[in-house]
């Protein structure tokens, strides 16, 4: 199995452009982020400046969000709000481009918190519209965009709350834009949080995922910190065939380069 740290929750001890050289030192080859940047449309000299610092660590960029707002503001996501969708448009031949730059194929378009007052089928229209443009641009990298679902314990404005609520929008944007570069990012975390058995989840629909997240439940702790038998989930990983990354996406509760002691093998990417 195929582990990555996702340098956006882990290693914020550090500066961003020194996480990686962090990851990799802890025996990671692989990182994942949120997308790193405060706008939709970076300097050359900052999006320059992550590519060495990725480059000089010697990790591959396994997974990159497109740009999803302010997050800490809590923002979840642009293509389905009418108000943001110029933003995310501007946002896809950048993001885009950093997967060619560095091999990622997985690239995270979070859908966007519902707009009160606006008709959730027009938000959903114009999220199936832009989750295509987004899926069409990145073919020419051979990359992959992944729907994901969300709690909504945390997340109470995200409208993906479940496995079949992302899938079904998998399945319109499939049948909309003829194209078959979008999956499932199949964050156990989030699924768990709403009620859904992870292990379930897999046997299920495995083949759908794009991507895999994980953080204990409830706390979003590492491995072992909560409720989770993670022994058992990862047995179910294997047994499935998944061929991609698990991405590490929890809090730590201590230095980051001290957290990893769970993990069930020394080949962590």
Known sequence: ??????????????????RPAAARAAGFDAVELWWPFPGPEPADREVDALLRALGDAGVHLAGLNFDAGDMAAGDRGLPSRPDDSGRFRANIDVAVGIAEATGCRVLNALYGNRVPGLDPHAQDDLAATNLGLAAEAARRCDATVVVEALNSHENPG???????????????????AGTGNVAFLA????????GEDPIAVI????ASFGHVQIADVPGR???GTGDLPYGDVFAALGASGYPGFVGLEYRPDGPSADSFGWLPSKENA
């Open 1 to 18: 199995m195929r582990f990555d740290v996702n340098l956006s929750i882990l290693f914020t001890e550090l500066p961003l452009l020194e």
């Open 158 to 176: 995200y409208p993906l709350t479940s496995t079949d609520t992302a899938l079904a929008v998998i399945d319109r944007v499939r049948d909309q």
């Open 187 to 194: 964050d156990l975390y989030h699924l768990a949080r709403m």
């Open 203 to 206: 046997e299920r629909h495995a």
């Open 221 to 223: 702790g590492r491995p």
